[in-house]
């Protein structure tokens, strides 16, 4: 059974600083790996999605990398902002579009 | 385009009693998709649609939990009779017609948070 794990449940940071969330899953048998965020109150956002076949994937400040073989992603987010403040989820597509997510990891930037 | 519309937004009810959710997809995406979200956990699938079939309804508890969608465009999800731990936020979600290839992006709407009292 897939299992995926973040870590760390909570990170707090100055703004401006760069930060790394961490996801990793215990099957390597993946179609993708998706970095979703959620605001308070609202539904899920795509961020990056990154294919079994791909190292990383980069959009704006963010950057995403998976290594399919040791089961590890990770979420690079770069000159943080207060704006950047919500919870950050990763799911595997372990095929037919069924998404398992991890517990998420919850991020506040102070100004 | 509009985005994955869901209601109620919230609902408080007490144990035993039943409640039905309502789920309006994007237009045109013919994947459907109830997940559950209790406090501090990521989301669980509970059934995934496609067009009004069902393709996975293996974490459903089939016992209290129902959902439907007879036209192939929105959908309900019903628990009858609830129970304290179904307390979560249930979100609906959509995307086009599953294609096999694994490059689909599901589109989340706002969820209806559920307090079972």
């Known amino acids: 059974k897939q299992e995926v794990t973040q870590i760390p449940a909570a990170l707090s940071v100055p703004e401006g600083e760069n930060l790394v969330l961490n996801c990793s899953f215990t099957?390597?048998?993946?179609?993708?790996l998706q970095w979703f965020r959620q605001d308070p109150g609202k539904g899920l956002t795509s961020l990056l999605l990154i294919q079994s076949s791909q190292r990383e994937q980069t959009s704006g400040r963010l950057n995403a990398s998976l290594d399919k073989s040791s089961g590890r992603s990770t979420l690079y987010i770069a000159a943080s902002q207060p704006g950047d403040s919500a919870t950050y989820l990763c799911a595997v597509n372990e095929g037919a579009q069924k998404l398992v997510f991890g517990q998420g990891t919850r991020l506040t930037i102070n100004p | 385009e509009a985005g994955v519309a869901q209601s109620p937004r919230y609902k408080i009810i007490e144990k035993r009693q039943s409640v039905a959710f309502w789920c309006n997809p994007i237009?045109?995406?013919?994947?459907l998709y109830w997940y559950q979200q209790i406090l501090g956990q990521g989301p669980k699938l509970l059934i995934q649609f496609q067009n009004n079939g069902v393709v996975d309804d293996s974490q459903l508890p089939k016992d209290r939990f129902s959902a439907e969608r007879l036209k192939g465009v929105d959908s309900t999800l019903k628990i009858q009779p609830a129970k304290l731990e179904d307390s979560a936020v249930y979100l609906c979600?959509?995307?086009?017609?599953?294609?096999?290839?694994?490059?689909?992006?599901?589109?989340f709407g706002p969820g209806t948070r559920l307090t079972v009292l």
């Open positions: 237009s045109g995406h013919a994947t």
């Open positions: 099957d390597s048998a993946i179609y993708n």
């Open positions: 979600a959509s995307s086009w017609e599953f294609s096999g290839r694994g490059t689909d992006t599901q589109y």
